[in-house]
């Protein structure tokens, strides 16, 4: 922290806001003297003006405290990384209603499955037992393949 930076940097804003030291003192509640003290780099401002004097200049307290503008954020990069990360947040979207998809079209292929190998059993043999059994043997197949592949 540099107080003649911050004392320059001080009376820079004021010039760019064509405040003289007297108006930019009223509006702080202090002396025009205390002002030109700042500007001088004699002095630092109290805390309890800083806040209204950031104000006044239209300033954040660290640009103050550095005596000097911060750099802008750059808003391309910003928009660059928010378009990312809902890009992001969209593939995640997809892959998990894909994974849905996927999983329920399986279910309902092997039920159905499941179920034809059931009804060809009891319309081929007339048994009950021998259509839980063939059932049973499609999703025992199908448990072999999932794991298998």
């Known amino acids: 922290m540099n107080q003649n930076e911050i ?54 307290v660290a640009e103050l405290l550095g005596g000097r503008e911060q750099e802008p954020q750059n808003e391309e990069q910003y928009e660059m990384l928010l378009y990312k990360v809902q890009e992001l947040e969209h593939k995640v979207q997809a892959a998990e209603q894909k994974t849905i998809t996927s999983n329920s079209s399986v279910n309902v292929g092997v039920t159905f499955g499941s179920a034809l190998a059931m009804v060809i059993s009891y319309v081929t043999w007339k048994s009950v037992g021998w259509a839980i059994l063939h059932g049973v043997f499609g999703w025992g197949y199908v448990i072999y393949y999932l794991i298998k592949y």
């Open 7 to 60: 004392g320059s940097f001080i009376a820079a804003k004021r010039r760019e806001k064509n405040l003289t030291q007297e108006a930019l003192a009223e509006k702080l509640g202090v002396s025009n003297k205390t002002v030109s003290k700042w500007e001088n780099g004699k002095s630092m401002p109290d805390y309890a003006v800083v806040e209204a004097l950031c104000s006044a200049l239209d300033i954040t």
